[in-house]
């Protein structure tokens, strides 16, 4: 999986898909492109909710790290991911 986009674009674009929530449409933001966005902000985000947000998603048997690591690409925040990723596992 490649996301080839400005990192702006990949920021509010990639990882949406709408869905019909009580009669209104919503989008919703795909699991990969969250934790990314964690990481992304991490400077404004408590260290432990951080930590929390990625032990979830890396015990969900759903979760896939190919897109994820995608996602850190695209998004520039790769090296940081690993390295929150290296010491996770």
């Not at 699991?31 to 951080?50: G, I, N, W």
């Amino acid at each position: 999986m490649a996301l080839k986009a400005k990192c702006g674009q990949v920021a509010y674009g990639e990882g949406v898909r709408r869905v019909n929530y009580s009669s209104l449409e919503i989008n919703i933001y795909d699991r990969e492109k969250t934790v990314c966005d964690f990481v992304r902000l991490r400077s404004k985000v408590e260290h432990a909710t951080l930590k929390e947000v990625l032990n979830h998603y890396l015990s969900d048997q759903n979760k896939n790290l190919e897109r994820l690591k995608a996602y850190s690409k695209a998004l520039r925040v790769e090296k940081y991911l690993d390295r929150y990723l290296s010491l996770a596992l």
